[in-house]
């Protein structure tokens, strides 16, 4: 396919696609699904090889969420049957970071429920970026706390913090058909709070709402305009007691070209598999491994997933290898993209505007 052709040039060398190459990618048929496959993983083995990082979720605090995302089971009115606890002290959150390392984890990713947090949140998880410091030194620290105020990426940075994630979601057109109490804009502007304190921005989408394909290409591509580090691709968990409960859109073949067209969108960014991918993907998750270069070990935040030892046993049959802590994530270009804010507010320089 000429199409392909030219999507693998551009993805080589990081030149975006136009929006109507990425709809056609949706589009192709399940006769090209293998094609399709094999051109978005020449541009992910030019930029990460054949490794596959490892991702391990602690989920601090779960439940009782003020926040009505119609496809979060910790939603406020939800009737979902998971796990409510306020927050895991440092040593509880650090004992469950040290299995996910056990298990070949390079990141651990702290996740609380609610809005954002307040200055005692970021206290807290500031002790607990700690106590799995003093455990394991290198290990990558991802923050997942809500919608930041102004100053607390600075202070999660200070504290240890490598990363941010706050996922889009879906596009900003039909933002305001899955969640009332915040906007699309209070996410953007979170992503770019994390962005300018040197954190590594994470954000991602959550395909299987009932989007459009116009709807997937505009959010991704909003991704690429943000330049974030990390494309999380989340296929909808479609939890009883939420309001999404019935969507069972998804096949197999839906999610490799949802997962195609976000390599060729975002190149050499770590794209990784995400929430329901074992649901959704099935028997096919190692095909997704041509595309993406980073997947979640183990369990979710309310949901579980596979095995982490059937996890490392597919990445090994299908011909990768698990990422190591010594290992460059990123091509070295995308270390120069992430600049600390020295102008503007809080400085007597002026700002950007």
Known sequence: MELLNTLVAKGLSRELPTREEALAVLATSDDELLDVVAAAGKV???????????????????GLCPEDCSYCSQRLGSTAGILKYTWLKPEQ????????????????????????????DVRRVSETVAAIRERHADVEVCACLGLLSDGQAERLREAGVDAY?????????????????????????????????GLSACSGLIA??????EELVDVVFRLR??????????????????????????????????LAMVRFVCPDA???????REIHLRSLQ???????????LGDYLTSEGQAGRAD??????????????????????????????????????????
Not at 102 to 109: D, E, I, M, W, Y
Not at 167 to 196: M, P
Not at 238 to 253: C, I
């Open 44 to 62: 992910r083995r030019q930029w990460f090889g054949r490794r596959v990082k490892l991702n391990y979720l602690v989920n601090l605090k779960s």
């Open 93 to 120: 959150a650090a004992d469950a970071a040290s299995a996910g390392v056990a298990g070949g984890a390079k990141r651990v990713c702290l996740v609380a429920s609610g809005r954002g947090p307040t200055e005692g």
């Open 165 to 197: 994630n706050h996922n889009l979601n879906t596009a900003e057109a039909t933002y305001g058909d899955i969640c009332t109490t915040h906007g699309f804009d209070d996410r953007v502007d979170t992503v770019r709070q994390a962005k300018s304190a």
């Open 208 to 213: 299987g709402m009932g989007e459009r394909d």
């Open 225 to 258: 305009e943000l330049d974030a580090d990390s494309v999380p691709v989340n296929f909808l968990i479609p939890f009883e007691g939420t309001p999404l409960a019935k969507r069972w859109d998804l096949t197999p073949q839906r999610c490799l070209r949802v």
């Open 270 to 276: 770590e794209v990784r598999i995400a929430g329901g």
């Open 286 to 296: 190692p095909l997704a491994l041509h595309l993406a270069n980073s997947i979640f």
């Open 312 to 353: 490392l046993e597919m990445i090994a049959d299908a011909g990768f290898e698990v990422e190591g802590i010594e290992t460059r994530t990123l091509p070295p270009h995308r270390a120069d993209l992430v600049a600390v804010r020295r102008r503007g507010a809080g400085t007597e320089v002026a700002p950007n505007a």
